[in-house]
């Protein structure tokens, strides 16, 4: 081999040992077990409806808490992510006329799968369904023959989102947003006039459970988030925009709230156990 040919294949060797080196590291990461995390708080404006109680609308303020973890999976080659959702809100408010008003909360779980659909290095599209559970309550407080309403809800959602990795100047940002739609589930509701006496105590269980979709449920739920890096920590700011409707057994219901939230991601790495096996005890917190 003569001294030119030498130097092309070093350079070569030294082109590639970083993008070697660099999958090598990728593969023995294991992206399944890193997990993104956020824990939210945020306050906004509610608008709730529930004719079992009352026809008017109540308009007031919504606070909101939520909890969402995001990590990969190694279903569909390591392309699907898993996403777990959990928030709850209590919410006030009062009627046009400032007369009467209302105390209003509600629990909403999500969890299920996206298949990530990578347009490129910092673009991504994503699709796939969730489980929606939801259980709350609206409480009338002048009402005293009727004064609460329960509501209790499982849908089966589609989801969609598009999530941006880009820079201004040499801050690093990422953009996120997510719109969920039920597509079919099951409701309790009780007939209109029907108490919940009558349902619990005599046991008038029929027809209380009703089959939902887009004709008796028109909703949605949409995300908008930014996350901003701010010295070692990376802050969240998103909005959240739940617009929950539904008319079962007479009776017409709504939900609307627009809130703005504030949180901290956190990126965490899960070791298996032959992992901390390797690492000295002197070394761990516990």
């Known amino acids: 081999m003569n001294y030119d040919a030498f130097r ?116 991504k599209l994503l699709a796939g369904g969730l489980g929606d559970t939801n259980l709350g309550f609206i409480y009338d407080l002048r009402n005293s023959n009727n004064p609460a309403s329960l509501r209790a809800y499982i849908n089966i959602d589609a989801s969609a989102m ?8 040499k801050t690093a940002l990422v953009l996120r947003y997510q719109l969920n739609t039920p597509i079919l589930g099951v409701m309790f509701s009780p007939e209109m006039g029907e108490s919940y006496y009558e349902i619990f105590s005599l046991g008038h269980y029929s027809g209380t459970i009703k089959l939902t979709s887009l004709h008796s449920q028109p909703s949605l739920r949409q995300f908008l988030s930014l996350d901003i890096p701010i010295g070692q920590q990376q802050i969240r700011l998103s909005y959240l925009g739940d617009l929950q409707q539904s008319h079962v057994n007479n009776i017409k219901t709504h939900s609307y709230s627009h809130v703005f939230m504030i949180g901290f991601v956190k990126r965490l790495y899960k070791l298996s156990n032959k992992e901390l096996q390797k690492l000295p005890a002197s070394i761990q917190a516990y």
């Open 8 to 123: 092309t294949l070093i350079l070569c060797i030294e082109l590639l040992l970083p993008t070697v080196l660099s999958a090598q590291k990728l593969d023995s990461l294991r992206t399944n077990q890193l997990t993104v995390r956020c824990v939210q708080y945020g306050i906004g404006h509610s608008n709730i409806l529930d004719t079992y109680l009352s026809t008017q609308e109540y308009k007031g303020i919504d606070f909101r808490t939520s909890r969402e973890t995001m990590r990969m999976t190694n279903i569909g080659k390591g392309n699907v992510s898993v996403q777990n959702f959990l928030q709850a809100d209590f919410s006030f408010g009062k009627n046009r006329v400032d007369n009467n008003n209302t105390l209003a909360g509600m629990v909403n779980w999500n969890y299920g799968l996206h298949y990530q659909f990578k347009l490129s290095d910092n673009f």
């Open 162 to 169: 598009a999530i941006w990795h880009f820079h201004i100047k």
